[in-house]
């Protein structure tokens, strides 16, 4: 009955466009009688259908050779391609078309279809529920299980909103902005909301290789200068990406939260998961089964996907275009350039990485899997380039509500009950960038410190930005290897910015260096820095005392001797302290590190790339990310200290929200014994449950279909390491 429907509406559809398109005819020269146009049209919706359904996903798996971002492009030629195919198979040669029209009506019947085809799945909730059934009774058949799926154990879908602050989510909440997350929070049974506080580096390499991993160790910022290889590591490239990963499991002994029926979707590492989809770290991974662009089939083999995403793209880089224009006619400020290629940079990050990715939830959610963590990275592109607080911003909250909406409803239906956690990597603090503010960068203020030459003019500092990787990788373009080594020569210090965070390093001295070798060599260096405005502290390791803290007017202070609210860190806030003695521990933190000035009262830092929203070091709301939970679930606290260690006060540490997330699993799935493995690159170590929870190969779980218009876990299921973030 369902596809009787969306006939009947297609073939109006098409009736209706054949009326007001001048190159778009369902008649013969002569004329046609009403009934005559209507089976012609009829018969041309059902080629159209026919054809959509059955040539479509064979062209988009062929064309996994074509770049994902060029792919998106053709989606237009195609489908008008199939409906003259369409046309031109009705008899008698009453269906014709021009090209340009063609591609008018496809995408209009695409959408049409989608739409038809989707309300009815969702407004017939009981027809779904005994379709899911029989399928699972299928399944269980064909595998000799007698099971029901469905009285398993309840399955976690854990969706980061990279970038979002907990003030920012709480105030886009009672502001109406982001009305799904407005109804846990006021829902008595519904959802708990806390903030928990991030490393030094807090940014998304960190956290979440943290909460994947259970180790960020040795990740001191964005990226990184290492001395014995030269190699500058930037937690955005595929290749570091995965070296991070292969680090914290050689460090854990365990191959992430995500090993037990898993699945990882638009993130920057597996979390040991099988089912991969824009995965960064496995864009590194070459072999069968590991295209960096898989993971685009389950999306784009669906036409209706297809078209309405690209759509959506081209009205995001409209609306990017009127609103940077709008800012520059209104002169507001603080303001930094958004032209070149970053519309289409944050389309690809707002619309199509969105979409997939949670079409990729929704499949895991119908296939019925365990565990499953994804990153929606779109509120943090736009807020490092619009501020997090702004209107451009608060739009994107209200987009990435729906999402959640969306993933609420599909809940509904799925064979298994899902709990929803929502949680955030970082967020973000506002402020004008260091060379906009002082009319230089921190890289020229090193070269004028150190008595080395500075360019006339400042030179712009690369931004950090995984969404711009990401369509590198998209392109077929790689993330170049030595950009930003920046090295003239041997004896010239390496400079890189993290947000507010910087690191200076200096390649020809062996191994860390010291205050003393600094002072020798440059001996205005440090003084420069820690006396500039723009600066609050820098750590640098001394001979005679250890590491220290460098802050204005001669401030020195071992790190040992370190206190919150006093000296340098008067204005850092709680913890400030702490996470810098444990990056000091850390093998590659740079010869110096800079950390931006913060002013406590506008919450404003100064980031040393060009962001007016930036995160990376401490100050302000970066470091206050959120966790955002059903109310049934083991408070944090309490979880965190059933894993290990004392009850705290407070979250401190992605490494302690691993822990938090890692109990939430076992409570539901079993205690699990880690598995030693030899496969020193990819998950490394993989876990077992002790106890059967009706949810391994053949328990009677069906592999169930989306929502019609919508992929199903069939087409998102990709070998372990295929698909790449972009």
């Not at 007698?146 to 009672?174: K, N, R, Y």
């Not at 292969?246 to 590492?269: C, H, K, Y």
């Not at 260690?645 to 409570?667: F, I, N, Q, S, Y």
């Amino acid at each position: 009955m369902r596809v009787i429907v969306v006939w009947a509406v297609s073939t109006l559809t098409l009736l209706v466009l054949a009326g007001i398109l001048p190159d778009f005819q369902l008649q013969s020269d002569d004329g046609d009688s009403v009934t005559k146009t209507a089976f012609t049209a009829a018969w041309g919706a059902g080629a159209f259908g026919l054809l959509s359904a059955l040539v479509w996903p064979v062209l988009v798996r062929a064309l996994l050779i074509v770049p994902a971002f060029v792919l998106g492009m053709l989606v237009f030629f195609l489908n008008g391609s199939l409906l003259l195919i369409a046309l031109w198979l009705i008899p008698d040669g009453r269906g014709a078309a021009a090209p340009e029209t063609a591609v008018v009506v496809a995408a209009v019947m695409s959408a049409v279809a989608s739409a038809t085809s989707t309300a009815l799945a969702v407004r017939d909730d009981n027809a779904y529920r005994r379709r899911l059934s029989r399928l699972a009774q299928r399944r269980r058949r064909r595998s000799g299980t007698s099971g029901e799926g469905g009285d398993g154990p309840p399955g976690t879908v854990f969706i980061q909103l990279d970038g979002v602050g907990h003030d920012v989510l709480a105030q886009a909440a009672a502001a109406g902005v982001m009305p799904t997350v407005a109804r846990w929070l006021a829902d008595t049974g519904g959802h708990r909301l806390t903030p928990w506080r991030t490393d030094w580096s807090s940014q998304t390499g960190a956290s979440q290789l943290g909460i994947l991993h259970g180790s960020n160790h040795d990740i001191p910022a964005f990226r990184w200068y290492e001395k014995e290889t030269g190699d500058v590591m930037v937690s955005s490239r595929p290749a570091s990406a995965l070296e991070l990963q292969r680090r914290a499991i050689v460090r854990t002994r365990d191959g992430g939260l995500l090993t037990l029926d898993g699945a990882s979707r638009g993130n920057l590492f597996s979390g040991g998961a099988d089912q991969l989809a824009l995965v960064l770290s496995m864009a590194a991974r070459r072999g069968k089964g590991r295209r960096s662009r898989a993971g685009y089939f389950a999306y784009f083999s669906d036409p209706a996907n297809a078209v309405r995403t690209a759509l959506s793209f081209v009205a995001e880089v409209g609306r990017e275009i009127g609103q940077s224009t709008r800012a520059r006619i209104r002169k507001e400020t603080p303001r930094i350039k958004r032209g070149g290629l970053y519309p289409f940079i944050r389309a690809f990050a707002t619309v199509v990485e969105r979409d997939v990715v949670v079409s990729a939830v929704i499949g895991d959610m119908f296939a019925g899997r365990t565990a499953v963590y994804a990153d929606l990275v779109a509120y943090d592109e736009v807020a490092h380039h619009s501020g997090p607080r702004s209107r451009d911003a608060e739009k994107v909250l209200a987009r990435l509500d729906r999402s959640l909406a969306l993933i609420v409803k599909v809940a509904e239906h799925t064979p298994r009950t899902y709990r929803i956690v929502l949680l955030s990597d970082h967020g973000q603090s506002p402020g004008e960038t260091f060379a906009g503010a002082y009319g230089l960068t921190l890289k020229d203020l090193v070269r004028a410190g150190g008595g080395l030459p500075v360019p006339r003019r400042a030179q712009r500092t690369r931004s950090g930005s995984e969404a711009r990787d990401a369509v590198r990788i998209a392109l077929h373009r790689p993330v170049a290897e030595g950009e930003e080594k920046q090295v003239a020569k041997a004896s010239d210090p390496v400079v890189l910015a993290s947000g507010n965070l910087g690191l200076i390093s200096f390649p020809d001295i062996e191994g860390r260096a010291s205050q003393e070798q600094l002072d020798r060599r440059h001996p205005a260096l440090l003084g420069t820095l820690a006396n500039h405005p723009g600066i609050g502290f820098l750590l640098v390791r001394s001979e005679r005392d250890g590491s220290v803290v460098l802050g204005r007017d001669g401030a020195r202070v071992p790190v040992a001797e370190l206190k919150d609210g006093q000296g340098p860190l008067a204005a850092f806030g709680a913890g400030a302290a702490d996470a810098i003695r444990r990056t000091d521990t850390f093998p590659h933190v740079a010869d110096v590190m800079v950390n931006s000035m913060y002013d406590p009262e506008t919450g404003t830092v100064h980031a040393f790339e060009e962001q007016i929203g930036s995160h990376g070091g401490l100050g302000g709301e970066q470091s206050r990310p959120f966790l955002l939970w059903p109310r049934g679930m083991t408070d944090p606290l309490d979880a965190a200290a059933a894993e290990g260690g004392e009850r705290a006060a407070e979250l401190v540490g992605a490494e302690t929200v691993h822990r938090v997330l890692k109990r939430w699993l076992h409570e539901v799935s079993g205690p699990q014994v880690p598995v030693r493995r030899e496969d020193g690159r990819g998950r490394g170590t993989g876990r077992r449950t002790v106890r059967s929870q009706g949810n391994e190969p053949g328990n009677g779980l069906p592999a169930l279909p989306a929502l019609p218009g919508r992929p199903g876990p069939s087409d998102t299921e990709t070998d372990a390491g295929s698909g790449a973030r972009g």
